[in-house]
C-alpha cells in the first residue's frame, strides 16, 4: 500500500488556512487546499502495515489503506469507488470527523499520521467535480414505504441505502431545511450548506422524498407514520443541557444552539426577529467542546469586544496522555482554527453566579477556581478552592454544555423503551415496537457524524431484513462494492 519508503520520504503536510483577519470576516470556508501532487505524495506515506489499525479506529470501517493506495497511483475514481463502499457522505466526514481513523494509524507510533481525513476530502470534491457521484436509483421497487424521522447524518444514510434496497422512502424535518445538526448546528464556516444541497439533490434524484417543516407528533400525525410499513427513528439527542446556577434566567444568557442556528439561518437570507449578536460584547462560552469552539468562531466573526471561554475539566497535555496509549482515541489538547481567531480559555473553573442589573440583564459571571478529587472505586469529586472566586464582566454567556439525550416525544407516542439517560432502547437497532428502530444519536447519546453515518447504515440492514427477510444491504464487516 503506497509507496514501500514513502513514510520515509515525505513529511505530512495539511491544508493551511486564509488569515484570521481575513478570515473573521467572512462566513465561508478558509481551508486553502493542497495541490495533487501533495496530495498524492500524502497517500504514498501510508504504510504497507501489517495489521492496518486505522479500520478499527473508523467506526464505517473505511477501507482507508485502499484508497490511499489508489490516491498514490493517481487512480481518483477507483479512491472514490471504495470511499463510497463503506461512507455515504465523505464530504461531511472529510470537513468535521475528529479523525479517529488518524489516531489509530500504525505510523502515528513513530510519526505524525498519514492525513487520512484531507485525503477523504479530496477524493470526493474530485469526485464531484469529474461527475463520477450520480444518483443511483434501484432497478426496482419493493412496494414497502419507509419513513425516516430526522434528516441528520443517521437519517440520510439509513435512507439512502434503504432506497437503494428498493424500498419507498420519505425522510421527515421538522425545520425548515434538510441536514439536521449538519445544517443549523455545524457554522457554515465549517461546512458550506451548499455542500449538504448537492448530496440531497443526489439522493432527491434517486427517489427519496424529503418533507421538511414537519414535526412527527406535533403538526403530523403519529397515526399517519404508523401507516408506514416501518419507521426509522433519527431525531438526534436534542434536549440541551442547562446550568442550575443562580441567575441563569438573565437576559443574555443563551443556549449555543440557538446562536449558532440564528447565525445560519441570517447567513441565508432569513430575517430573525431580536437575533442574539456578539457585536462589541464580552462573551463567555462555557463548554470547551466542538459547541463551544463554533460559538468562538462565530462571536468574533459578530465583532464581540472580548472571548472567553471556560472548561470545568483540566486542561489536557499537549501530546498523547500515557491514559490513553495508542491506538486509542488520545486525551489531549485541542487547538480548532476558531481558538486560533482569538479566545482566552479557562481550565477548571465553574460558574458560580450568572450577575444580572435591575432590568435582568447579564452583566457578569462569579465564578470559582476547581480540581477534581480522584478516589479508587467512586465517582471523581469536584472540590472548589478557597479564595478563587472572580468576577468577569460578562453580556453574553454562551452555553455549550452539550445534551442530555434525545427528546420524549415519539418514544410517549409510540410507546417506546427509553434508558436511564433518555435514549431510545433498541435490540440491533429494533425498538420494543417491531416495525420502528432507531438509530444515531437517539440510539446511542451523543456522537460524531461518523458514528451516526455507520448507525444510519447498519440500520438500514436491519430493517431491510425485517421487511424481506434477508438483505444485501452491506455491513461494515464487508459488502459488496457499489457499482463503478
Known sequence: MGKVTGFKEFERQDESYTAVQERVGHYKEFTVPLSEAEITKQG?????????????????????????????????????????????????????????????????????????????????????????????????????????????PAGLAAAQQLNRAGHTVTVFERDNAIGGLLRYGIPNFKLEKEIIDRRVAILEAEGITFKVNTNVGVNYDINDLKAFDSIVLCGGATQRRSLPTPGADADGVVQAMDFLTQQTKVVFGEKIENQVLATGKDVIVIGGGDTGSDCVGTSNRHGAKSVTNFEIMPKPPVGRSESTPWPYWPLQLKTSSSHKEGVERNWLINTKEFIKDANGKL????????????????????????????????????????????????????????????????????????NVFTAGDMRRGQSLIVWAISEGREAA???????????????KEGGDLPPL
Open 44 to 152: 504514498s506515506r501510508c504504510m504497507d502495515c501489517g495489521i492496518p489499525f486505522c479500520h478499527s479506529g473508523c467506526p464505517l470501517g473505511n477501507l482507508i489503506p485502499d484508497f490511499n493506495h489508489m490516491v498514490h497511483q493517481g487512480e481518483w475514481q477507483k479512491a472514490s469507488w471504495i470511499l463510497h463502499s463503506t461512507n455515504n457522505f465523505p464530504e461531511f466526514t472529510g470537513r468535521l470527523c475528529p479523525a479517529p481513523c488518524e489516531k489509530a494509524c500504525v505510523l502515528g507510533i513513530i510519526a505524525e499520521p498519514i492525513s487520512i481525513e484531507n485525503i477523504e476530502k479530496n477524493i470526493v470534491e474530485r469526485a464531484f467535480q469529474e461527475g463520477w457521484i450520480k444518483p443511483q436509483p434501484p432497478k426496482t421497487r419493493t412496494g414497502k414505504t419507509v419513513a425516516v424521522v430526522g434528516s441528520g
Open 363 to 434: 452583566t457578569a459571571l462569579k465564578t470559582v477556581n476547581v480540581e477534581w478529587k480522584m478516589v479508587p472505586g467512586q465517582a471523581p469529586q469536584l472540590i472548589e478552592i478557597e479564595g478563587s472566586e472572580k468576577i468577569w464582566p460578562c453580556d453574553l454567556a454562551l452555553l455549550a454544555l452539550g445534551f442530555t439525550g434525545p427528546e420524549k416525544t415519539l418514544a410517549e407516542q409510540l410507546g417506546l423503551e427509553t434508558d436511564f439517560r433518555s435514549n431510545y432502547k433498541a435490540n440491533n437497532y429494533q425498538t420494543n415496537v417491531p
Open 461 to 475: 440492514r436491519e430493517v431491510d431484513l425485517y421487511l424481506m427477510g434477508t438483505t444485501n444491504l452491506p455491513t
